[in-house]
């Protein structure tokens, strides 16, 4: 950031002191930059530079800052290069592709299928291995963490014009000490001493002033200009008073840093059950392993089983599933203009039930229109109205025709090949005339002279000649503060007011014969007007449950303005500023004039509150807030790359009625999740009380080992797998948010989940029983099971739907291994080859009819719960 010179100033010796971005705008004229030891025409010496460069460090705002304590001696000195050195080594090793690829493995659910998988491997089952899979896969998605800093970086140029010792020089940026005297021109990135466009860091995309201040301003004065913002017009000089990470944008750099990334509830969930199922899986193998032991069975035995079980009880498949069904979201919501770049994020979205909108980009077009236009007789067309009637017309009345001529020939806009350029108000003054074709109407004049317009007049005028009379006059456009005095106008000042309240961006026109004698034809109200669509979009989230809050660095009146308009105000919500954050937060609507800090402080007491928050935002400074929240959702279009690196969503057509889709999204997603985990933990907890009864009662086991981890291939494979691509619920919206400490493993969902497994167990023991009067076999239990644990995967598609709702063969992916997997069972009773590695014996073939028969139960006794379920919920 710089002060900007404005007049000559000689060489001071005041000490030099340390300076952060607080006291920096507290250096508001050149002689307050006499702190800095710097005289304005020469620059600073180069052994001046040396010494600041010690001081201070390089102005990069990705290195770790140095103390701002010159070094006692050169041993000091090189302690600290050897530290520096050593830390800088540590991140490079840190921050390796290898490194954060094994950092996935931290993972408790991950380091459980581990586990898994080398038990499965030491048994000779290749399928467990799925785990790089799925780690590889995260790896990818997630791999991205730095990007949103590189890409911060990136917006800071890397070349400038320093004066030094009484030269011009090009310099890397990463060079600049305080102090030294910086020149800037249109075009530039960084600091500028005139009209700088400050979009990049502020989000509001308007052009601000910059001058030498002639009093002490605010953080807000208009002498400071920051580092990466761009100078639209003009040229100036400027002297350094804070470098790299005590900037406001280094500042940004510094929150975007120090802010964790939030894990999104599924990864917390899956994380929780990951450890409960390690503990479960312990103690099954101690108990097995015990019942065993005290049965006197073989220990080779004893050892098969338990492990066998073990690894049945594991849920290998999950991370699988919650993969793929993850990413088939992705997929769906890229073709709905929403790119998901971190997979948890989708399934987040279900939870979130507070949204955060940045006003500008978001709410809004982020593009200056022109909402009203009023002349002296009432409107262009003559009617006495306040509220112009912008339709298309040459009948103007004659005041008309003179204000249509002013904003016409005092604008300095330029037609591009698709649109306009130039300042804002010029453009919208273009786009105005032109989209209504009153360039038509326009009288044959020809521009001669002109007042360029500045921060200091708040004006621009034109002298123009007519051809056809040969007569000159003048028309000025300005504020109306300013253009007023220069008329006798004493009526417009009530409509002005009255328009400013609205929110509008008001400007004054007037014309006359000369400079004397003029007299206002009109004003003209603009402002960044709403998304066409954001009105029917806020309805809807706030009808599944979603509360919006806008928050806005603009004022009051602007904020209120536009959420009135969009039904986002009402009579018992609350409007506080950002410095009033420590309020109760509850009924807040609007958040107004709110700093980056701010924003971050905002969310953070929300999520303390146990609320899942979601933030969009599109510039620079929303980019430590995108990263705090729950979900970061930026903007494709008119977003930064900063905004966008530190988002995990990106909407590409900057609508946010294209959230909706990807919260239903979200919701359908953890439903899907629960339904495997559902038919999972049935049917391993299933075979585990069948096993335990029958080696409890001193029978031998149902199932052997071999058949066992059949049954995991089919619990954790593409049977079970294929839950995850069951269609979206379209009902999945109507839902209300899903509370954040609410638990994958619900109540109800263990209910049903224990009820399948003892309705599984009763139908197994049964055909159990009935092969141990016969003297036969167990292929008749084992197969039982296997086409339970396939009705079961059919029952476990919806919670209360029924499956004549849902349709048979809807999930043609569950059709398709569901018909698999009983192939594989024929293929294993009736092949010789197989039948002897599974230990079975071919069935008559009326044997299966009662078999059948005996697994189509549960999916009636599963549609009679689903019934009741709907009649509860009427």
Known sequence: MIAVESHQNGIHSASLGALSTDNAYELVSMEDVSELATDVQMGLSQAQVAER??????????????????MLNSRLNKVALIVGAAQAAWEAVRTTVFVKFLEQFRNPLILLLLASALVSLLMGQLENCAVVLVVTVAFVQEYRTERSLEALNRLAPPMCHVLREGRVHEVLASELVPGDVVEIGTGDRVPADLQIDESMLTGEARMCSKGEAKSRPDETADMTASMATLVRRGHGRGVVVATGTQTRF?????????????????????????????????????VLAL?????????????????????????????????????????????????VRRLPAVEALGSVDVLCLDKTGTLTLNQLTVQRVLCVAGDLEGNLRVEADLCSTKNVVPEGAELLAALHLCNNAKRGLDDWHGNAIDVALRCFLEDRNYQEALPPLTRVEEVAFTSEHKFMAVKCHNAQSNEYSYYVKGAPEVVFPMTANTEMNAVVEEMSS???????????????????????????????????????????????????????????????????????SAVISGAQLSHQLDGVSIVYRATPEQK????????????????????????????????????????????????????????????????????????????????????????????????????????????ILLVNIIMDGPPA?????????????????????????????????????????????????WERHYGSDTTRTFSVFVLFSMVNAATCRSTYRSLWDLGFFTNRALTLTTTASLVMLLLIVYVPALARIFQTTPLPLDNWIPILLIAITLMFADELIKRSIRRSVK
Request: positive net charge.
């Open 600 to 707: 971050l402080q905002l969310i953070s007491a929300l999520q303390k509150n146990g609320h899942v928050v979601a933030m969009t935002g599109d510039g620079v400074n929303d980019a430590p807030a995108l990263k705090m929240a729950d979900i970061g959702i930026a903007m494709g279009r008119t977003g930064t790359d900063v905004a966008r690196a530190a988002s995990q969503i990106v909407l590409t057509d900057d609508r946010l009625s294209s959230l909706i889709c990807a919260i239903e999204e979200g919701k359908s997603i953890f439903s899907s999740i629960r339904h495997f985990i559902r038919f999972q933990l049935s049917t391993s907890l299933a075979a585990l009380t069948l096993i335990a009864v029958t080696m409890a009662t001193g029978q031998a086991a149902p199932m052997n080992a071999m058949q």
């Open 291 to 339: 019942i065993g032991v005290l049965q006197h069975q073989p220990w080779l035995h004893i050892f098969t089983v338990a492990v066998s079980l073990a690894v049945a009880a594991i849920p290998e498949g999950l991370p699988i599933v919650a993969t793929i069904t993850l990413a088939l979201g992705v997929l769906r919501l890229a073709g709905r203009n929403v790119i």
């Open 721 to 769: 797998q294929s839950l995850g691509v069951e269609p979206v619920d379209k009902l999945a919206l109507n839902r209300p948010p899903r509370p954040k400490t609410a638990p994958i493993l619900s109540r109800s969902l263990l209910l049903r989940t224990a009820y399948s497994a003892l309705h599984i167990v009763i139908g197994t023991l049964f055909v159990l029983a």
């Open 502 to 572: 609205q929110g509008l961006r008001v400007i004054a026109v007037a014309a006359g014969p000369d400079p004397k004698s003029l007299r206002v034809v009109g004003i003209v109200g603009m402002c960044d007007p709403p998304r066409p669509e954001i009105v029917g979009t806020l309805m809807k989230l706030q009808s599944c449950g979603v509360r919006c809050i806008m928050v806005t660095g603009d004022s009051m009146q602007t904020a209120m303005s536009l959420a009135r308009q969009i039904g986002l105000h009402h009579a018992a």
């Open 53 to 70: 460069q010690t001081i201070y460090g390089p102005n990069d705002i990705t290195v770790v800052r140095r103390t701002r304590r010159v």
């Open 250 to 286: 280094g500042r940004m750099y510094t929150l975007m840093k120090e802010t964790e990334e939030r894990r999104s509830p599924l990864q917390c969930h899956l994380d929780r059950l990951g450890q409960q199922l390690s503990l479960y899986s312990l103690a099954i193998i101690v």
